[in-house]
């Protein structure tokens, strides 16, 4: 066991400075006071701690060779902090589903990072035996593309509430409209629909390559096990330089504004990036398996 000491995690806009106790690259205890212990310690306090990122992303180049694969995970995720890959399959049909998600699997054997893959469908692949089968593959995520205001009045959703439970996969909309008017009555459709149905779902288009929240996190079955930094989960974390400058910021704005600042990126344990310097180590990526979504009590 060693001690990080100094640790100033910001969290909800608030830097609080603490001591993590770590043993096999997990946080057993967080402490304010450390005087008493004699264990091996690693001083933080020049820097700011994030939790490490999971971010969302659909263009994976997944079926380029290695090369392509690891110089563009490079640079859309390790290089920015992220330990976790969000990403889909596109599905038109419901016998695609195993064979498409294990195939993504296999292109991203090699990943230096973990990943966790949902489906993409159209509004008619909403049915009760579809979400059974995302229910018996545990599917953490299914995008549906919305393209008109009436599309989803046809569907049983009694029968999708009741083939979703217990594991209560969340629905997450993805808008095809280029016309922002149309799109947000489509979006705000969705909505009604979804919380007049009690249906598990977002309510807002999900951003690309930008920080996943952790409300959604927690609705993807992530939360607590990738974003935090608390007792019992693993040791991910991002270390920017502390200023005077970012003394006051939130998460998304480190990540946005202030990624010159960014020097260390650890995952589980293991320094991923330091510096400028992406540490590449192919295959210790995992693929991540959701025990249930919208677990944790926020």
């Known amino acids: 066991m060693y001690i990080i000491e100094n640790a100033n995690i910001l969290k909800d806009k608030q830097l609080t400075t603490c001591s993590l106790f770590i043993t096999n690259e997990r946080i057993t205890m967080i402490q304010k006071s450390t005087s008493y212990y004699r264990n091996m310690r690693m001083n933080l306090e020049p820097y700011i701690m994030t939790p490490s990122y999971v971010l969302l992303s659909s263009e994976i180049p997944f079926k380029t060779s290695f090369q392509e694969l690891k110089s563009y995970l490079s640079e ?19 016998n695609e589903l195993s064979d498409k998600i ?22 008619r692949m909403i049915t009760p035996s579809f979400i059974r089968i995302c229910k018996k593959h545990k599917i953490p995520a299914v995008f549906v593309e919305l393209k008109e205001l009436d599309e989803l009045e046809k ?14 996969s969340p629905l997450i909309p993805l808008i095809s409209s280029s016309q922002k008017k149309e799109a947000r009555l489509v979006l705000s459709k969705w909505k009604d629909r979804m919380m007049t149905e009690k249906i598990p779902a977002l309510y807002e288009v999900l951003e690309e390559n930008s920080p996943l929240s952790i409300p959604v996190l927690n609705k993807i079955g992530l939360y607590p096990q990738k974003g935090s930094l608390m007792t019992g989960t693993e040791l991910s974390y991002n270390l920017y330089l502390k200023d005077k400058e970012i003394r006051k910021v939130d998460e998304e704005s480190l990540f946005h504004y202030h990624s010159n600042r960014l020097v260390v990126t650890v995952h589980k344990g293991m320094v991923i990036r330091s510096g400028e310097k992406v540490l590449f180590s192919p295959g210790s990526g995992e693929y991540v398996k959701v025990r249930t979504p919208s677990y944790f009590s926020l």
């Open 102 to 123: 294990n195939e993504m699997k296999k292109a991203l054997v090699s990943s230096p990072i973990d990943f966790i893959i949902g489906v993409k469908i159209p509004v």
């Open 155 to 168: 569907i049983p959703w009694g029968w999708i509430r009741e083939a979703m439970f217990p594991f209560n």
């Open 76 to 94: 859309h995720f390790l290089i920015k902090g992220c330990t976790t890959i969000f990403t889909y399959v596109d599905l038109l049909y419901e």
